[in-house]
């Protein structure tokens, strides 16, 4: 029996948090516990709950706006599709974004391979994962050819645009943010922070 064989024998969860995998096994995972998160850094395989409301629901908010500039004029054709808790390959590292948008492939991507243009995270709360979101993570995203990544901070009560090659920008909770990427399309922070708000972290 093969690595990976052995290591998708029985269902992951977890108990295997800190389990040494390399890519090509975590790629082959297909029997996991759906109650957890699952990332692959550094050779290891780290295993996370999942958000509380206090992510998904401005992540839900932000799908449906999504959703609605797909099926408006100015949006139809512009957006190939957008999804929440989607694995990004990093390199070596397999990172689990809280929403990615794919655009200009001008056919439905293949979440396996296709690289997303945008790359959304919603931050916790704990120093860690700030560290991780703003500093780790823009680094893994932007080598692997993502375009923008924002990171949504509720507790800075802002949202930071990262580019290749450009400084950050940083959009105030009142402001709105117009993506190049996305032609008139508006997104409105306040209202995604607002709906944060009425769940606390958990």
Not at 14 to 39: C, I
Not at 84 to 92: D, I, L, N, R, Y
């Amino acid at each position: 029996m093969s690595a990976p064989d052995l290591i998708t024998a029985s269902p992951v969860g977890p108990e295997s948090n800190g389990m040494h995998m390399t890519p090509l096994e975590f790629d082959a995972l297909q029997d996991w516990d759906e109650n957890f998160r699952y990332e692959l850094v550094n050779g290891v395989l780290i295993v996370v709950p999942p958000p509380g409301a206090g992510e998904r629901i401005p992540n839900d908010v932000l799908g449906h706006l999504l959703r609605d500039y797909m099926e408006s004029d100015s949006g139809r054709g512009v957006v190939d599709e957008t999804a929440f808790e989607q694995t990004v390959a990093c390199g070596e590292n397999r990172r689990r974004a809280d929403r990615v948008i794919w655009t200009g492939l001008g056919r439905a991507p293949d979440p396996s391979s296709d690289t997303p243009t945008i790359v959304v995270e919603f931050v916790s709360r704990s120093r860690r994962d700030r560290r991780r979101d703003y500093e780790v993570k823009r680094e893994e995203y932007l080598a692997a050819g993502v375009q923008e990544y924002w990171v949504i901070d509720r507790y800075q009560r802002n949202m930071t645009v990262f580019r290749a090659e450009d400084q950050a920008i940083v959009i105030a909770e009142d402001s709105e943010y117009a993506s190049p990427l996305l032609p008139s399309f508006v997104l409105p922070l306040g209202r995604l922070l607002a709906c944060a708000d009425r769940y606390p972290e958990e």
